[in-house]
């Protein structure tokens, strides 16, 4: 089992805000509040949870379903392979803990960076043209049409 993320998220109408415990000091930043140096990493994140361990089976599995042939057990690329998967599976099993708060159940977050008090503009309708023809009007315009359906010449040749 592993560990809950320290991380929480709260929507805002459609933007997430990630929150994040403060447990370091301060970080020394320019004179606009930008950190001179990273202030986290995930790297850093994932280091508070356990390491899986991929059995042999698996990895063979693993490398069947992608249609590879895995490399020799035992072997020094072996080893760096499993690591890398294993580093992987602790990834995605992090981001499986991170606890969505005030989410509806059945939206899909808004992974863009809005202003507080922004919002994806909706209204703006860009699908119209500018001469004011659309949907089977188009058809209209086509040098040849079949049913009300855009007739293609296809080369049969390949």
């Not at 939206?107 to 863009?112: L, Q, S, V």
């Not at 004011?132 to 188009?138: K, N, P």
């Not at 086509?142 to 296809?154: H, Q």
């Amino acid at each position: 089992m592993l560990a809950t993320s320290p991380f929480r998220f709260r929507y805002c109408g459609r933007t997430a805000i990630l929150k994040r415990p403060l447990t370091k000091a301060a970080v020394e930043t320019d004179a606009y509040g930008i950190p001179l140096n990273p202030t986290w990493s995930v790297n850093e994140l994932l280091s508070s949870y356990p390491m899986p361990i991929l059995s042999s089976t698996t990895f063979r599995r693993l490398h069947e379903l992608s249609a590879l042939i895995p490399p020799t057990e035992g072997t020094p690329e072996h080893d760096e392979m499993k690591r890398e998967l294993e580093e992987l599976v602790r990834l995605v099993e992090a981001v499986k803990l991170v606890k969505l708060e005030d989410c509806p159940g059945n939206t899909i977050a808004d992974g863009r960076i809005w202003a507080e008090g922004k919002g994806i503009p909706l209204d703006n309708d860009s699908s119209g043209d500018d001469d004011g023809v659309q949907g089977r009007d188009l058809l209209s315009l086509a040098s040849r049409t079949l049913n009300g359906m855009y007739v293609v010449e296809a080369n049969s040749r390949g």
